[in-house]
């Protein structure tokens, strides 16, 4: 399975990184949403994690990309410290299926990903 993490914290993105690494899956990573929609244009992935504030473009704008102008069915998961539930209302308006908020347990977070893409 191959999972592409938007998120411009090295940090986070690498604590990701790490755990999804241990369940096997393929990592990609962008550090903006610029790359990251090149990214989804010129590959083909199983999962998207995107964090909401990110430069140059946030998750919800990869998010309307991947659902409207690519439109791509592919399971995203948001992963962010934005709890506001109007964010979160708006990131599932727009496709979203999954909303993790930081700091998060590794193995939570491995449990909502392999459930996401048994759903896919």
Not at 8 to 26: C, F, G, N, Q, V
Not at 74 to 91: D, F, L, N, Q
């Amino acid at each position: 399975m191959k999972v592409l993490i938007a998120e411009d914290d090295p940090l986070t993105s690498k604590a990701i990184e790490h755990r999804l690494m241990l369940d096997h899956y393929e990592i990609h990573t962008a550090f903006n949403g610029n790359r990251a929609i090149e990214m989804l244009k010129k590959e083909d992935f199983d999962l998207l994690i995107v964090d909401i504030h990110m430069p140059f473009k946030g998750g919800l704008e990869v998010i309307e990309y991947v659902r409207n102008e690519l439109n791509k069915t592919i399971p995203i998961a948001v992963v962010s410290r934005i709890g506001i539930s109007e964010t979160v209302h708006k990131a599932f308006e727009m496709g979203a299926d999954e909303y993790i908020t930081k700091p998060f347990d590794p193995d939570d977070l491995s449990s909502k990903i392999k459930q996401m893409l048994l759903k896919a």
